[in-house]
């Protein structure tokens, strides 16, 4: 399988469960992305990975925990989430972090609801 | 705040029309522009980037930049209805550390045949 790839294309849970997402890039790129995609809003940058080091964390509530094992797969852990986290959650890739085009490579998208 | 601000739309032209889509920015020290579609139910795909003033020709896709006036467009010759989806607009600033890459809200473009 080629590109990025995420996993579960839909998840809905309570606010008191614990869940996880997971990507995985095909594209030999060194720095992967979460950003969430709300409704009528710009999408919102969460994290950033650089060769497996996290190198932004824009301001986001602790019950969203980021995971980087190695530079091709990455995790997003959600526990104790609210109503307001529903929206998708999109995984991207680019060659470099630091590279003047930064040309994001993005996956299909987990669609998260939160009852 | 740096913002980028794209007319939400929707925008509906007839099939083989020019389609323009708009996007402003508001740093001065953007240096990079992009533009992503994202069909309804799926991923952004990069479809354009930009990085000089003038015009940029890729297909029936050209983008335009004029850093004066900070606005970055995009025009699609020939439109179809496989081209109907959300535009995403993104611009790359960098200041004193790690540029940062900020998206508009998306135009929506309907071609009806």
């Known amino acids: 399988e080629t590109g990025v790839t995420q996993t579960p294309r839909h998840l809905v849970m309570g606010m008191t469960n614990k869940k996880s997402l997971k990507c995985e890039q095909h594209?030999?790129?060194?720095?992967m992305y979460w950003y969430k995609q709300s409704a009528k809003k710009p999408l919102e940058l969460m994290f950033v990975?650089?060769?497996?080091?996290?190198?932004e964390n824009n301001s986001v509530p602790s019950r969203f925990s980021p995971e980087c094992p190695n530079s091709s797969h990455l995790f997003l852990h959600l526990h104790t989430l609210q109503p307001e986290d529903s929206a998708l959650y999109l995984c991207?890739?680019?060659?470099?972090?630091?590279?003047?085009?930064?040309?994001?490579?993005f996956g299909s998208g987990t669609q998260l609801s939160v009852l | 705040q740096k913002e980028v601000e794209q007319n939400s739309g929707p925008l509906s032209v007839p099939e083989g029309a020019i389609a323009s889509l708009n996007c402003t920015y508001s740093?001065?020290?953007?240096?990079?522009f992009f533009w992503y579609r994202q069909y309804s139910g799926k991923s952004p795909e990069l479809i354009m980037f930009?990085?000089?003033?003038g015009d940029k020709e890729d297909g029936r896709f050209t983008a335009q930049l004029n850093k004066a006036s900070q606005y970055v467009s995009l025009l699609i010759r020939d439109s179809q209805p496989s081209d109907s989806a959300t535009y995403l607009c993104?611009?790359?600033?960098?200041?004193?550390?790690?540029?940062?890459?900020?998206f508009g809200r998306g135009t929506q473009l309907t071609v009806w045949p």
């Open positions: 991207a890739s680019s060659q470099d972090f630091h590279s003047f085009g930064e040309k994001l490579f």
């Open positions: 594209l030999g790129h060194n720095a």
């Open positions: 990975y650089s060769l497996e080091e996290r190198v």
């Open positions: 740093d001065r020290g953007s240096q990079s």
């Open positions: 930009i990085y000089s003033n």
């Open positions: 993104a611009v790359i600033t960098r200041g004193s550390t790690l540029g940062r890459l900020y």
